[in-house]
T-cell receptor, first 113, second 113 residues
Framework: DGGITQSPKYLFRKEGQNVTLSCEQNLNHDAMYWYRQDPGQGLRLIYYSQIVNDFQKGDIAEGYSVSREKKESFPLTVTSAQKNPTAFYLC????????????FGPGTRLTVT | DQQVKQNSPSLSVQEGRISILNCDYTNSMFDYFLWYKKYPAEGPTFLISISSIKDKNEDGRFTVFLNKSAKHLSLHIVPSQPGDSAVYFCAASELGSARQLTFGSGTQLTVLP
């Protein structure tokens, strides 16, 4: 069953705790992305990675960190420095840097109280 | 600075009629445009795209029109069906940016039976 897996679907954390969101893909895609979606807003890019062991900040990287140790995996850590962490987080992949279309995972809803 | 704008947060259409969703952009370097459809608590799915060298692309009930001089694109759905009810995101890509996508804020389409 090919695709993009994000787990868990819903995640609850207390303020001040770091939390890591999982994104795994078996599409053999080179590029991976993390977005957040807030109500009434579009998708905003947090981090992206075009190859293993390399990643770049997106538009709203503050308070987040990522790693890309394997082609299949691109975990996102939401740190306590992120001021408004409650959001819907989406992982996406793309075949290569020059490709157009991104494919999205099912998302993780993070609630921090 | 929003480079991709969807000025209508919502649209209601009767089943069987045409739905027209609009998108404006400001960056003249965008050369590829995509529409994504998103259901609540799910990841967006790719719907249709258009290159800047074309002014129309059609796929079944979905047609995207591009007016480069006006920096405007639109998605037409004919005939509209209740299952089309979702949030529609317009996205744009430019060469040289690792083909990152810049998303609009989305339009909630409701197709009334």
């Amino acid at each position: 069953d090919g695709g993009i897996t994000q787990s868990p679907k819903y995640l609850f954390r207390k303020e001040g705790q770091n939390v890591t969101l999982s994104c795994e893909q078996n599409l053999n895609h080179d590029a991976m992305y993390w977005y957040r979606q807030d109500p009434g807003q579009g998708l905003r890019l947090i981090y992206y990675s075009q190859i293993v062991n390399d990643f770049q900040k997106g538009d709203i990287a503050e308070g987040y960190s990522v790693s890309r140790e394997k082609k299949e995996s691109f975990p996102l850590t939401v740190t306590s420095a992120q001021k408004n962490p409650t959001a819907f987080y989406l992982c996406a992949t793309k075949y290569s840097g020059d490709a157009y279309e991104q494919y999205f995972g099912p998302g993780t809803r993070l609630t921090v109280t | 600075d929003q480079q991709v704008k969807q000025n209508s947060p919502s649209l209601s259409v009767q089943e069987g009629r045409i739905s027209i969703l609009n998108c404006d952009y400001t960056n003249s370097m965008f050369d590829y445009f995509l529409w994504y459809k998103k259901y609540p608590a799910e990841g967006p799915t790719f719907l249709i795209s258009i290159s800047s060298i074309k002014d129309k692309n059609e796929d079944g009930r979905f047609t995207v029109f591009l007016n480069k001089s006006a920096k405007h694109l639109s998605l037409h759905i004919v005939p509209s069906q209740p299952g089309d009810s979702a949030v529609y995101f317009c996205a744009a890509s430019e060469l040289g940016s690792a083909r990152q996508l810049t998303f609009g804020s989305g339009t909630q389409l409701t197709v009334l039976p």
